[in-house]
């Protein structure tokens, strides 16, 4: 008889003929002590990840939450985007077009004292505070809508041999429909490559997601945004959040999704990442922003577009 399971038989009655349930797997580490965790259906999706976020020092309570929590799911749509898209660069042409600068100008006449304030403040132009709140998220018109909690814990998977073979499929099936396997060891190599980068990339955004709680208004299970896990009208990570969000209404909260932060983190966040007086310095911080060249001259052509001294 297995431990802990008894069958009761009324005195003088036959033995009962229902058959014992299997006994479920032995449980090890964290699941041995939570049994929200061993009975929740994301259990054996998140299964190697669990002891990697332990070991970093996540939360044990947080971890139980982000592994039963229902609003959390494994997507792998998610794992494909953040592995494979990097195939298909964004346009960035489009957003420093006449409407694009049309639509800048009235968010500085409308946020004037912020975008003010916070250039005074961190000597960064309010055209590019506004440049960015713009192509980022066209000044919170388009924030997204994936959880980010699931977005992470996706794409902490992307290591996984399945899931590595998966997105291999995905450019051997582009690359055959187009008749050229030119270059397909190496492109297969870079996939692997990109896989663990960004699994790593992953497991730290969920422990800031973690550390960030304390500062946050609200629960961050609820934090819709970006197919990166970027969120806000500042489109920040939640590392990016711990490390340059600021507190621009002085209301006791650092919300995002609200243009009074926004406009003082993307100050800050330039500033403390080099922003000066120069060109150099200027690329340098958009960079560190989005290190995409692309995103560097859209975001400059438009804040000069905007009245921004070159």
């Not at 692997?192 to 790593?200: L, T, V």
């Not at 489109?235 to 243009?259: M, T």
């Not at 100050?267 to 690329?283: P, Q, T």
Request: a positive charge.
């Amino acid at each position: 008889m297995a431990a802990g399971m008894l069958l009761f038989r009324s005195c003088g009655s036959a033995p009962s003929q229902s058959k014992e349930a299997t006994p479920p797997p032995p449980r090890t580490g964290i699941a041995l002590y939570l049994p929200e965790y061993w009975h929740s259906s994301n259990h054996a999706v998140f299964a190697p990840i669990m002891q990697p976020l332990l070991q970093k020092g996540m939360d044990t309570a947080f971890l139980v939450r982000l592994m039963t929590d229902s609003r959390v799911q494994f997507k792998e749509s998610l794992v494909k985007i953040n592995v494979t898209g990097y195939r298909k660069p964004t346009d960035y042409s489009q957003h420093h077009d006449a409407y694009s600068v049309n639509k800048g100008v009235s968010f500085m006449e409308q946020h004037s004292r912020d975008l003010d304030s916070a250039a005074a403040k961190y000597n960064v132009p309010k055209q590019a505070i506004t440049s960015i709140l713009w192509i980022e998220t066209k000044f919170g018109k388009i924030t997204g809508n994936h959880s980010i909690a699931s977005v992470f814990l996706s794409v902490a998977l992307a290591n996984r041999p399945e899931n590595i073979e998966k997105n291999k499929n995905v450019v051997r099936q582009e690359l055959s429909e187009k008749k050229d396997t030119t270059g397909l060891y190496e492109l297969e190599k870079k996939i692997e490559q990109r896989a663990n980068k960004k699994s790593a990339w992953a497991i730290d955004q969920l422990m800031a997601l973690d550390s960030m709680r304390s500062r946050y208004h609200a629960d961050v299970l609820d934090i819709k945004g970006s197919f990166a896990g970027a969120f806000g009208l500042s489109q920040f990570l939640p590392s990016s959040y711990r490390s340059w969000a600021v507190d621009g209404d002085g209301d006791g909260k650092i919300n995002l999704f609200d243009e009074q932060d926004a406009i003082f983190s993307v100050a800050n966040y330039l500033s403390v990442n080099g922003w000066r007086k120069d060109r150099e310095s200027h690329e340098k911080a958009v960079f560190h922003y989005n290190n995409s060249k692309d995103y560097v001259s859209a975001v400059l052509t438009l804040a000069e577009k905007l009245g921004m001294d070159k």
